[in-house]
């Protein structure tokens, strides 16, 4: 459970670290936890550096919360015509398997 901690404030001084708009490194994630006065396995720092060395992590954190709702929008657009024929062909199948799959006796009597 420990490590989990370690890792979740790693996340957090690398989160204040892309807001500040600061370059993410081990000796920077290092004096963020320092100052919060909490001590992590001496591998975390480095290891969250490396992996944001190539990321811009304050527009990953904004094309994620962007990215979703628009593109759902576009998807279900070309297909709003045909969805109401679909579901009523979709319901008289519903209905008939119901009709034909019932031979009077439940699963359980």
Known sequence: ???SNDELACVYASLILADDK???TGDKINAILKA???EVE???PGLFANALSD???TELITSLGSAAPAAAPAAAAPAGGAAPAEKKKEA???ESEDEDGDMGFGLFD
């Open 1 to 3: 459970m420990v490590q």
């Open 22 to 24: 600061v370059t993410v």
């Open 36 to 38: 919060a006065n909490y």
């Open 42 to 44: 001496p591998y975390w």
């Open 55 to 57: 990321v811009n992590v």
């Open 92 to 94: 008289k199948k519903e």
